[in-house]
Antibody
Framework: EVQLVESGGGLVQPGRSLKLSCVAS????????MNWIRQAPGKGLEWVAY????????YYAETVKGRFTISRDNAKNTLYLQMTSLRSEDTALYYC?????????????WGQGTLVTVSS | VQMTQSPSYLAASPGESVSISCKAS??????LAWYQEKPGKANKLLIH???TLQSGTPSRFSGSGSGTDFTLTIRSLESEDFAVYYC?????????FGSGTKLEIK
């Protein structure tokens, strides 16, 4: 069974940093691209970042480019999101989601999310 | 690619049929997925490639369209279908979602 478990969320002050993790199991992690997707309270879904299976290709939403860094450790089956210069508008539930593969970027598997709150 | 989803809110009764529209700001071929969001549950992929049902999606769900105009139709609504629905284009980066449609019981 595919499982994605996010962690690392919490309350952080504006301008500070936070690192999220997503541990994957139930599939060969190193074979799949991975994504971070977020949802602000009461709002819709916003795709944040993508990393290919071997980390060769990385893409970001304009809203986080230059502040967030996606990375992965295939030996640990873990996806990361390093978030710096956090703003109040980054407050959201952050999900990791697995790419379908074969250059098809839909998400059949999602985690339950980890909540990031940016506030002083 | 901007995804315009409508309506944002829909009220219907069990047994009825409903349709949700998703329009892309430019052609995305058939690179569109639909998701269902319910409280306390992981988001569920319903349809990909515009009209292909994901394994486990009930046949009362259907997707249609290509290019810029897409529709999710749910026939004979059941109580478990009352949820929020999102479309998502994966034709190009940045990947983008529609703003969501909340389907409530009338």
């Amino acid at each position: 069974e595919v499982q994605l478990v996010e962690s690392g969320g919490g309350l952080v002050q504006p301008g500070r940093s936070l690192k999220l993790s997503c541990v994957a199991s139930g599939f060969t992690f190193s074979n799949y691209g991975m994504n971070w997707i977020r949802q602000a309270p009461g709002k819709g879904l916003e795709w944040v970042a993508y990393i290919s299976s071997g980390s060769s290709y990385i893409y970001y939403a304009e809203t986080v480019k230059g502040r967030f860094t996606i990375s992965r450790d295939n030996a640990k089956n873990t996806l990361y999101l390093q978030m710096t210069s956090l703003r109040s508008e980054d407050t959201a539930l952050y999900y990791c989601a697995r790419d379908h593969g074969y250059n098809r970027h839909w998400f059949a598997y999602w985690g339950q999310g980890t909540l990031v709150t940016v506030s002083s | 690619v901007q995804m315009t989803q409508s309506p944002s809110y829909l009220a219907a009764s069990p047994g009825e049929s409903v349709s949700i529209s998703c329009k892309a700001s430019k052609s995305i071929s058939n690179n569109l997925a639909w998701y269902q969001e319910k409280p306390g549950k992981a988001n569920k992929l319903l349809i990909h490639s515009g009209s292909t049902l994901q394994s486990g999606t009930p046949s009362r769900f259907s997707g249609s369209g290509s290019g810029t105009d897409f529709t999710l139709t749910i026939r004979s609504l059941e109580s478990e279908d009352f949820a929020v629905y999102y479309c998502q284009q994966y034709n190009e980066y940045p990947l983008t979602f529609g703003s969501g449609t909340k389907l409530e019981i009338k």
